[in-house]
């Protein structure tokens, strides 16, 4: 019996779940959305997702697969899973993919965005879309350290623990390309900002830990020059702080033709 790949484009407020990855006592975006398919194919379906995304944390773009033996064209899947998802989760568009397509091997890049606010006070409208961090920030020593940040590195001093297996000789290690790193006022709510980088891969919390030595920056705690040190010494313990996840956004998954990554990468 021939098995169908469908491709989901995912929306997600991660408030109310525990990150992606399905978990046994939690809810989580994975597993909702498993759920969700095994309702409509009758079959015990494995949702792989381009990445995972911790909780707390949205997304905007997320790419998702899976394998079914059903012949319902990709529109029955659209419907059917947004019936059934509760409003915080929806599918923006579904397709039948080759047999072969991966979205997380498959995946050349992927942008993540993270909001903030410096205002006195933070509306409670967007306490659970963006982080509160009032006063003055230098945000000229943060453009300088941007800047350093495109092209590639090894962005160990920004990892997470359990992003890799390090006994591994295999893959990239801790090395990464940054296309974009930015940060931008948003021109129509003064002291509301975003940062927005885009990369060929991100070690786990690399994005959070990133910011949140950002900020040590803007509150003059280092100097740009203090950033790079901390760049080259490979070492979590000599970077700031995780900033929290509700500022972070996925919100594209990018893909070329004939890009395929290896499980290591």
């Not at 997304?59 to 697969?65: D, I």
């Not at 989760?89 to 397509?101: A, C, M, N, S, V």
Request: proline share 5%.
């Amino acid at each position: 019996m021939t098995n169908y790949n469908i491709r989901l484009l995912i929306s997600f407020d991660g408030t109310r779940y525990s990150g992606w990855q399905r978990q046994k006592n939690a809810p989580t975006i994975q597993g909702t959305i498993e759920n969700a398919i095994t309702t409509i194919t009758g079959e015990n379906n494995t949702l792989h997702g381009a990445g995972r995304t911790d909780a707390g944390v949205h997304a905007l773009g997320m790419v998702a697969h899976f394998i079914t033996k059903k012949q319902y064209p990709p529109d029955i899947f659209f419907k059917g899973l947004n019936s059934i998802l509760p409003p915080d989760i929806r599918i923006l568009e579904t397709h039948i993919e080759k047999e072969d397509f991966h979205s997380r091997y498959n995946a050349s890049g992927k942008t993540y965005q993270y909001d903030f606010y410096t205002g006195p006070v933070h509306s409670p409208i967007q306490q659970l879309y963006s982080t509160h961090y009032p006063g003055k920030l230098n945000f000229q020593e943060i453009h300088k350290c941007l800047k350093f940040l495109i092209g590639t590195h090894d962005f160990s001093s920004f990892e997470g623990s359990g992003s890799r297996d390090k006994s591994l000789n295999t893959g990239r290690g801790g090395v990464r390309t940054l296309y974009k790193a930015s940060c931008q006022e948003d021109a129509f709510s003064p002291h509301a900002y975003s940062f927005t980088f885009t990369g060929d891969g991100f070690l786990r919390h690399m994005v959070r830990n990133l910011v949140g030595t950002l900020f040590e920056v803007g509150r003059n705690k280092y100097k740009c020059t203090d950033f790079i040190k901390i760049m080259s010494q490979k070492d979590r313990q000599s970077a700031g702080p995780t900033a929290p996840p509700q500022g972070l956004f996925l919100i594209r998954v990018h893909y070329e033709k004939n890009s395929q990554r290896t499980k290591e990468s």
